[in-house]
């Protein structure tokens, strides 16, 4: 939602913080459905709520009057709030990250977005608005998606703001999570080699978090494409993540992908010792499929395509750790239609399968690791 939002004057009217108020500023153009609105005044409050942003709309003229009315409410709290804000221009700060790093609004004297840039709004909010430029150079590794969504980096980046650091030294931060992840790896996940493969959703993201900062393999470990794994060398355990979602199959076509999936797994053992298969894209869409926003989606509609069935139909008999065996998805899977895993859900699913580790060391570990990322730090 927009800062000019009235729930958010609402919310303030409502609360006993002492009258102290952080805002994490989302991206300008939220509620940009307004402008369409011919009620809409940006000089008067606005009493009704607009969401999200409508493409359509996004032009420099709409840009300019959305800044301008962000800017006005943010200038009104702060008065009504006698300075007790601090601001953190979240969607800003990676916005301007992503858009330097792809070469946007480049000119003769540099990056220059036509409505809005860091250094100038920083500027206009003195003493309030936390300094984020350091975060202009580590975008990537802070969000999780073209949304600006916080990776579990960002998040603990953000949770240290909130707890009231002035200043968080960012460098050094993810020089400390870096450390800790490695940490954490290295105790969690089996020593021996690992290969993941398979055409899933799961093997593509696993691949972008590990090139984005948000997880690390440990050495030994490899990520192949399918059409690779039986010309690299042989490893000791190879996880097959087949792509099969039962929820886009005809019934009749559910056999037969069940039938590939056999043929592609005594491929694999002619080459690789040990051999589990993960069905995480079908697990992922019938759990995701129970949230609100995409409640009842994406599940299939016939029996057969149940994750326990095609398990049951495919994997090696005394796999040890099977995708059904996970039951807490909330926190496994992100909150959106992507089936990104969530830094413990790839932990869950890497750790349960080569280290037979229960669900209840998974938790320890993750919370162990992430108690060292927030609590015990302190920037050298």
């Not at 926190?331 to 959106?336: A, L, S, Y």
Request: contains cysteine; aromatic residues 10%; charged residues 25%.
């Amino acid at each position: 939602m927009p800062i000019w939002s009235p729930r958010v004057r609402k919310e303030l009217a409502s609360s006993t913080l002492d009258g102290k108020a952080f805002f994490i500023v989302g991206d300008f153009r939220f509620g940009n459905r307004a402008l369409n609105d011919p009620a809409f005044n940006p000089e008067k409050r606005q009493e009704k709520e607009y969401l999200a942003i409508e493409k359509a709309l996004i032009n420099e003229e709409n840009d300019r009057i959305l800044f301008d009315l962000c800017r006005s409410e943010i200038e009104s709290l702060n008065v009504e709030l006698k300075g007790q804000l601090r601001l953190l221009f979240w969607d800003l700060s990676i916005r301007e990250a992503k858009n330097r790093a792809a070469g946007r609004y480049q000119g003769p004297g540099g990056y220059r977005h036509p409505a809005w840039n860091l250094d100038d709004v920083l500027g206009q909010f003195p003493g309030i608005a936390i300094d984020t430029r350091e975060m202009l150079e580590y975008g990537e590794q802070l969000c999780i998606d073209n949304s600006a969504h916080p990776s579990l980096l960002g998040w603990l980046y953000i949770a240290r703001l909130l707890r009231g650091d002035a200043h968080v030294d960012l460098a050094g931060f993810i020089r400390h999570f870096d450390h800790s992840l490695n940490r954490l790896v290295d105790r969690a996940l089996a020593k021996e080699p690992v290969l993941i493969t398979g055409n899933s959703k799961f093997t593509r993201l696993l691949g972008l978090s590990v090139q984005t900062g948000h997880f690390r393999l440990p050495v030994g470990w490899a990520i192949r494409p399918l059409s690779k794994t039986l010309e690299a060398e042989a490893f000791d355990h190879c996880l097959y993540f087949p792509s099969l979602s039962s929820f886009m199959l005809g019934e009749a076509e559910i056999p037969k992908e069940v039938e590939k999936i056999r043929r592609i797994r005594t491929k694999l053992a002619s080459k690789h010792k040990k051999i589990s298969i993960i069905f995480y894209d079908n697990w992922a869409y019938e759990s995701i499929s129970k949230r609100r926003d995409y409640l009842g989606k994406f599940v299939s509609k016939h029996a057969s395509g149940l994750t326990p069935s095609l398990e049951s139909a495919t994997c090696p008999q005394g796999q040890s750790y099977k995708i059904s065996d996970s039951f807490d998805f909330d926190r496994m899977i992100e909150r959106n239609a992507t089936l990104k895993p969530t830094t413990i859900g790839i932990l869950e699913i890497l750790c349960r399968s080569t280290s037979h580790l229960s669900y209840g060391q998974v938790t320890e570990a993750y919370n162990g690791f992430v108690d060292e990322c927030y609590g015990k730090w302190e920037p050298a």
